[in-house]
């Protein structure tokens, strides 16, 4: 999914008067906390980006796409989600919102490390 596309999905969904570039700055720190906890401590494969420098103001949205590909993309749009109810005070809708994206990055969490093996596996011994 491409940043414009969530940004367009998220806003029709949950009409808020929140900022792209507020929006953008969440989309890229989560986009970091995806590829220094799961991408750089496991193989890579050719889906898996080398480096990932954030997203800003200079980003092309239209043709950027979201590091976290379907069917597990969802998870971008509950962090909008939650960042907006957060944003808002919105306790109750914030509290769905967060259970709704822990659940997506942990199921996105629990592929990427059944399907990618760590950088550094442990070694058991038997004695």
Not at 35 to 51: G, I, K, M, N, R
Not at 57 to 65: L, V
Not at 69 to 88: C, E, K
Request: aromatic content about 14%; glycine content about 0%; overall charge negative.
């Amino acid at each position: 999914m491409t940043i414009a596309a969530l940004l367009a999905k998220v806003d029709r969904l949950k009409p808020n008067q929140i900022a792209e570039a507020d929006k953008l700055a969440w989309l890229s720190n989560l986009d970091l906390l995806i590829f220094t906890t799961l991408f750089q401590t496991h193989a890579t494969d050719d889906t898996t980006p080398e480096t990932f420098t954030g997203y800003d103001d200079s980003t092309d949205q239209d043709t950027t796409e979201l590091l976290v590909a379907a069917p597990y993309d969802d998870l971008y749009v509950y962090h909008l989600f939650m960042q907006i109810d957060l944003r808002n005070m919105e306790w109750q809708k914030f509290n769905n919102s967060t259970l709704s994206f822990n659940t997506a990055y942990d199921k996105y969490a629990a592929y990427y490390n059944r399907t990618h093996l760590p950088n550094d596996p442990v070694t058991y011994y038997t004695i």
